[in-house]
């Protein structure tokens, strides 16, 4: 598999197995990493789930393709369960496919098939992916000349005063389709190399790593300034899901169901999760929960409007020392 190849999970039949193969060969976009007969589906679904995950092993699936027309219900929504769990996309093949993908638009389709997205994707437009880019663009651009050039170093120079360790750090975070990055933010606990490359646990209510100086960039968001280089790098967005730490990340995915899905989009400075409350460190799955939830409604729910109503409330909440950071 090359780099920035898209691996594809069929599940279906010797025919559709032969198109997909076909397909895929000729485009270097995608990989067919795997096939599972749809004549051999056992009868349990932990018994499928089994037969998925040794055939797919340690592979990323990043489409998840099949045809539901001959599944039993339980067998199907074990199928679909699974395949969110991996943080796939789900493209369910409709019947008459080679009849019917002659005549469909682009959008309808997925290689060869006729086919259905499970879930809703206003990024998956180019259109819309252009309009989201503008905004970054943009609204970074006006950040940088109204406040990051006058205030970055002010802060950097506060920072290497009062404690030993670099003003600004990188830590690993896991971004869009899974892909790591370095993030950038200025240090607000005291330096240690671990937590600064993202390889530390979950921040805390009251945390005692946390600086004096620290405490006021967190309340503030204005930690999270130095993101906007991300932003013009191409790695993050104005707004998105935050981006988490590596290994909170792994953690995080073997406990929330339907996790991976938020990185369908590259993660944000702030997001809706954050705007309804939910952000910073918890160790409660529930209220974890609550946030991949908004992550995902962001998802499939994403519009220009909706980006600047999130800007809005993040400013507001900055002004007001109402953005439920610690």
């Known amino acids: 598999m090359k780099i920035n190849q898209k691996n594809i999970f069929l599940l279906g039949s010797p025919e559709e197995y032969s198109l997909m193969k076909e397909w895929s060969s000729a485009n270097k976009k995608y990989h067919l990493n795997g096939w599972f007969h749809d004549k051999f589906i056992p009868s349990s679904p932990v ?44 493209h369910m093949i409709q019947s008459g496919t ?36 503008f905004f970054d663009i943009t609204f970074s651009l006006l950040v940088f000349l ?15 005063l009062t404690s030993k360790g670099p003003s600004i750090i990188r830590q690993d975070r896991v971004g869009i389709d899974g892909i790591s990055f370095q993030c950038m933010k200025f240090r607000t606990m005291v330096s240690n190399k671990a937590a600064e490359k993202g390889y530390s646990h979950l921040t805390l209510k009251d945390d005692k790593r946390i600086t004096w100086i620290g405490k006021i960039l967190r309340k503030t968001n204005l930690d999270e300034l130095p993101q906007f280089i991300n932003v013009l790098m191409g790695n993050m967005s104005v707004i998105g899901p935050r981006p988490h730490m590596v290994s909170e990340d792994k953690e995080i995915a073997e406990k929330i169901e339907k996790y991976r899905i938020r990185r369908f989009v590259k993660p944000g400075i702030t997001g809706l999760a954050a705007v309804k409350g939910y952000r910073g460190g918890t160790e409660n799955l529930d209220l974890m929960q609550k946030r991949i ?28 020392f109402r953005t439920n950071a610690h």
Request: with cysteine.
């Open 47 to 90: 018994d499928l789930i089994n037969e998925y995950n040794q055939l797919v092993g340690e592979n990323v699936v990043d489409h998840f393709v099949l045809d539901p027309s001959d599944m039993d219900p339980q067998m199907l929504q074990a199928s679909l369960d699974w395949a969110e769990s991996q943080g796939s996309r789900i």
């Open 98 to 133: 080679n009849i019917l993908s002659k005549k469909l638009a682009k959008k309808d389709m997925f290689g060869p098939f006729a086919a259905v997205r499970l879930r809703s994707e206003p990024l998956a437009s180019k259109r819309n992916l252009i309009i989201k880019k």
């Open 146 to 160: 109204t406040i990051i050039w006058w205030f970055a170093p002010l802060v950097c120079l506060i920072i290497k």
């Open 293 to 320: 939830d908004y992550d995902i409604k962001y998802v499939e729910g994403w519009s220009f409007w909706l980006d600047l109503k999130i800007a809005f409330i993040t400013f507001w909440h900055m002004v007001t």
